[in-house]
């Protein structure tokens, strides 16, 4: 019995000993990651490597330019709008202080550089010749009489260089690149115009102010002349030529691709006017009932279709232009590596009036496909059959096999007439008996 009583108040003990003893805490935190011999938890401040000293990719595209080219109205499109002929005029910059107004007689240089001949020119004044950058090129000639600046201008253009003249220094500067102002007219599609044609000469650095509609540009004197050709050639133009846009990925509802021959009973075959077949898709001219609208309605009762990009582009009549997908983007996709390039000329095609064009689809793998069209003023482009997959560049993808880029292209003929004459009243829109009297001509 005593050791019943012993044995029981013994197990009292360690209860009241286990009592006592403080409960281990529960872990603070449910997640430990541990990397490189890191850890990492939902407290953890995030630690990230250290960047490169380079502009971010939201700043890198920004672009004043962007809401003007992929922007369209389709609500208020005309097939021809009418504007104003305007001069365009090219200013060079940094040309300095002018020169002393000396005269130049009977002077004769030959195969001398420019900074040699120009030496030999002013020798005897305090006119000291530098160059900024080495300059081979030689020239010869005679100067009978005139001006110094005349003569300092001309051997400079027989160098293709560029100078400049410092008159509190006494310096007279020579250069290879120059740089120049263009007064650009009022009207934003000409000006896109001209921007692009500068682009397609290879023209990257363009200061564009789009409040007082003048662009800044440097280069050498190929430059210089690649763009006075370009100005004359739009000063001299009668007509410019612009595409709207519409860029869409269609995914079919089943497995099956799009019945394209249904468009035909959909909407008549007298609204499908001509059918081009490419070395990938087919470009379809169609009549104006088919539009954005319509064919996105005919295109919705089979599969789900995507806007992926809008925009549009003009280019001087008889040159090219290009529409870049990704810049005009809704997000990133597959197809922002598409590029739509377009030439075309308006005028007499076997004695009737119509658009001849050439659409030409580029990646950066090269050309996908190419189709030329000719069309009347008002017809509007379907480029169909164009595989998704062509720009998959993965072994697999999550892409069905049937879906496909739709491009719709709709062609303006901007008519550029004499602003000074009384018959015109303002940037308008030919429509009715106008637009029929327009075509007649």
């Given at each position: 019995?005593?050791?019943?009583f012993?044995?029981?108040?013994?197990?009292?003990?360690?209860?009241?000993?286990?009592?006592?003893v403080?409960?281990?805490?529960?872990?603070?935190?449910d997640?430990i990651?541990?990397?490189?011999e890191?850890?990492?938890d939902?407290?953890?401040?995030?630690?990230?490597?250290?960047?490169?000293?380079?502009t971010?990719?939201?700043?890198?595209?920004?672009s004043?330019?962007?809401?003007?080219?992929?922007?369209v109205?389709?609500?208020?499109?005309?097939?021809?709008s009418?504007?104003?002929?305007?001069?365009?005029?090219?200013?060079?910059?940094g040309?300095?202080d002018?020169?002393?107004?000396?005269?130049?007689?009977?002077?004769?240089?030959?195969?001398?550089?420019?900074k040699r001949?120009?030496?030999?020119?002013?020798?005897?004044?305090?006119?000291?010749?530098?160059?900024?950058?080495p300059?081979?090129?030689?020239?010869?000639?005679?100067?009978?009489?005139?001006?110094?600046?005349?003569?300092?201008?001309l051997?400079?253009k027989?160098?293709?260089?560029?100078?400049?003249?410092?008159?509190?220094?006494?310096e007279?500067?020579?250069?290879h690149?120059?740089?120049?102002?263009i007064?650009?007219?009022?009207?934003?599609?000409?000006?896109?115009a001209l921007?692009?044609?500068?682009?397609?000469?290879?023209?990257?650095?363009?200061?564009?102010?789009?409040?007082?509609?003048?662009?800044?540009?440097?280069?050498?004197?190929?430059?210089?002349?690649?763009?006075?050709?370009?100005?004359?050639?739009i000063?001299g133009?009668?007509?410019?030529?612009?595409?709207?846009?519409d860029?869409?990925?269609?995914y079919?509802?089943t497995?099956?691709?799009?019945?394209?021959m249904?468009?035909l009973?959909?909407f008549?075959?007298?609204?499908?006017?001509?059918?081009?077949p490419?070395?990938?898709?087919?470009?379809?001219?169609?009549?104006?009932?088919?539009?954005?609208?319509?064919?996105?309605?005919?295109?919705?009762?089979?599969?789900?279709?995507v806007l992926?990009?809008?925009?549009?582009?003009?280019?001087?009549?008889g040159?090219?232009?290009?529409?870049?997908?990704?810049?005009?983007?809704?997000?990133?996709?597959?197809?922002?590596?598409?590029?739509?390039?377009?030439?075309?000329?308006?005028?007499?095609?076997?004695g009737?009036n119509?658009?001849?064009a050439k659409?030409?689809?580029r990646?950066?793998?090269?050309?996908?496909?190419?189709f030329?069209?000719?069309?009347?003023?008002?017809?509007?482009?379907?480029?169909?059959?164009?595989?998704?997959?062509?720009?998959?560049t993965?072994?697999?993808?999550l892409?069905?096999?049937?879906a496909?880029?739709?491009?719709?292209?709709?062609?303006?003929?901007?008519?550029?007439?004499?602003?000074?004459?009384?018959?015109?009243?303002?940037?308008?829109?030919?429509i009715?008996?106008?637009?029929?009297?327009?075509?007649?001509?």
């Amino acid at each position: 019995m005593l050791k019943l009583f012993r044995y029981g108040i013994y197990l009292c003990a360690i209860f009241a000993i286990s009592g006592c003893v403080k409960k281990p805490e529960q872990p603070l935190y449910d997640n430990i990651t541990v990397i490189d011999e890191l850890v990492i938890d939902e407290n953890s401040v995030p630690i990230f490597p250290k960047k490169a000293a380079l502009t971010t990719d939201t700043a890198r595209r920004f672009s004043i330019e962007l809401p003007k080219r992929c922007e369209v109205d389709w609500n208020n499109q005309s097939v021809v709008s009418v504007v104003p002929s305007e001069k365009i005029e090219i200013v060079r910059l940094g040309a300095g202080d002018e020169l002393p107004e000396l005269q130049v007689s009977d002077y004769e240089f030959k195969d001398l550089t420019v900074k040699r001949a120009l030496d030999k020119l002013l020798d005897g004044t305090d006119i000291a010749v530098v160059e900024d950058e080495p300059l081979y090129e030689k020239i010869s000639g005679t100067i009978s009489s005139g001006a110094l600046s005349d003569a300092v201008e001309l051997m400079a253009k027989m160098g293709r260089a560029y100078y400049s003249y410092d008159a509190q220094t006494g310096e007279l500067h020579l250069s290879h690149n120059g740089k120049w102002l263009i007064k650009m007219p009022q009207d934003e599609t000409i000006i896109m115009a001209l921007l692009d044609a500068m682009h397609g000469a290879d023209m990257r650095n363009l200061l564009v102010d789009w409040q007082d509609k003048t662009v800044v540009f440097t280069g050498n004197y190929q430059t210089e002349r690649e763009v006075a050709r370009i100005i004359a050639d739009i000063s001299g133009k009668k007509y410019m030529l612009a595409w709207d846009i519409d860029v869409y990925r269609v995914y079919p509802r089943t497995d099956n691709p799009i019945v394209w021959m249904n468009l035909l009973p959909a909407f008549g075959d007298k609204n499908v006017k001509m059918s081009i077949p490419g070395v990938v898709g087919r470009a379809l001219v169609v009549g104006p009932e088919i539009n954005t609208k319509t064919l996105q309605e005919f295109l919705g009762q089979q599969a789900n279709v995507v806007l992926i990009s809008q925009g549009t582009f003009a280019i001087p009549n008889g040159w090219q232009s290009r529409f870049d997908i990704g810049q005009c983007g809704r997000e990133e996709r597959l197809e922002t590596d598409l590029i739509i390039g377009a030439t075309g000329t308006y005028g007499d095609f076997a004695g009737r009036n119509k658009i001849d064009a050439k659409i030409v689809l580029r990646t950066s793998n090269g050309e996908l496909s190419s189709f030329n069209i000719p069309s009347s003023v008002g017809d509007n482009y379907v480029i169909i059959g164009i595989p998704t997959h062509s720009f998959v560049t993965t072994p697999e993808t999550l892409v069905s096999p049937f879906a496909e880029l739709v491009v719709f292209m709709s062609p303006r003929i901007i008519s550029i007439v004499d602003g000074t004459s009384g018959n015109f009243s303002g940037a308008n829109e030919l429509i009715g008996d106008a637009l029929r009297d327009f075509l007649s001509e």
